[in-house]
T-cell receptor, first 114, second 112 residues
Framework: KAGVTQTPRYLIKTRGQQVTLSCSPI?????VSWYQQTPGQGLQFLFEYFSETQRNKGNFPGRFSGRQFSNSRSEMNVSTLELGDSALYLC?????????????FGPGTRLLVL | QKEVEQNSGPLSVPEGAIASLNCTYS??????FFWYRQYSGKSPELIMS????GDKEDGRFTAQLNKASQYVSLLIRDSQPSDSATYLC????????????FGSGTRLSIRP
């Protein structure tokens, strides 16, 4: 079974631009979560989607948004990019939601904001 | 206070010895606990999950959970150089969803 895939793998943008990242979960997985990883802040939870609905959201500004499609694929959008948005963005999928569900991570999208 | 705390290390352990990684969490209602391993430049991969108090063993890895003390640990027996990585402790704070809070990670180095 193929793992979680994320596109693009690398991205360079300039301040003020917007960016859309894509995540395809493992086949059959319906829950997708997004994380931001930076050297200073570590791995931080952005949001979680299940059945096209956002179920949980972390402490990020409204510039960060996401959505999930009926095939469970998910996109994350960041508008008005800031230098501090440079990070590794990780997507993780799990079969369903719930405290005991294991999340499987994709390879990540490395975003550099200049 | 951070929700999930780990000693950042680096923790240096000789090959063949036991590596002990520790983590504390603040949300007493947390139910699910995970250890992930992350090699430099790679994404995290699950090592162990634990949901009940006590020990859970899987090969060379043992996870220990003490909910009363809000403490979870990971022991790695017979440490190998390939175990050198950053180990992330993660806690799901929502029993009905997936809202996983990660610690900042402990960098483990196994010296030959």
């Amino acid at each position: 079974k193929a793992g979680v895939t994320q596109t693009p793998r690398y991205l360079i943008k300039t301040r003020g631009q917007q960016v859309t990242l894509s995540c395809s979960p493992i086949s059959g997985h319906r829950s997708v979560s997004w994380y931001q990883q930076t050297p200073g802040q570590g791995l931080q939870f952005l949001f979680e989607y299940f059945s096209e609905t956002q179920r949980n959201k972390g402490n990020f500004p409204g510039r960060f948004s996401g959505r999930q499609f009926s095939n469970s694929r998910s996109e994350m959008n960041v508008s008005t990019l800031e230098l501090g948005d440079s990070a590794l963005y990780l997507c993780a999928s799990s079969p369903t939601v719930g405290g005991e569900e294991t999340q499987y991570f994709g390879p990540g999208t490395r975003l550099l904001v200049l | 206070q951070k929700e999930v705390e780990q000693n950042s290390g680096p923790l240096s352990v000789p090959e063949g010895a036991i590596a002990s990684l520790n983590c504390t969490y603040s949300d007493r209602g947390s139910q699910s606990f995970f250890w992930y391993r992350q090699y430099s430049g790679k994404s995290p991969e699950l090592i162990m999950s634990i949901y009940s108090n006590g020990d859970k063993e899987d090969g060379r890895f043992t996870a220990q959970l003490n909910k009363a003390s809000q403490y979870v640990s990971l022991l790695i027996r017979d440490s190998q150089p390939s175990d050198s990585a950053t180990y992330l402790c993660a806690v799901n704070t929502d029993s009905s969803a997936s809202k996983i809070i990660f610690g900042s990670g402990t960098r483990l180095s196994i010296r030959p």
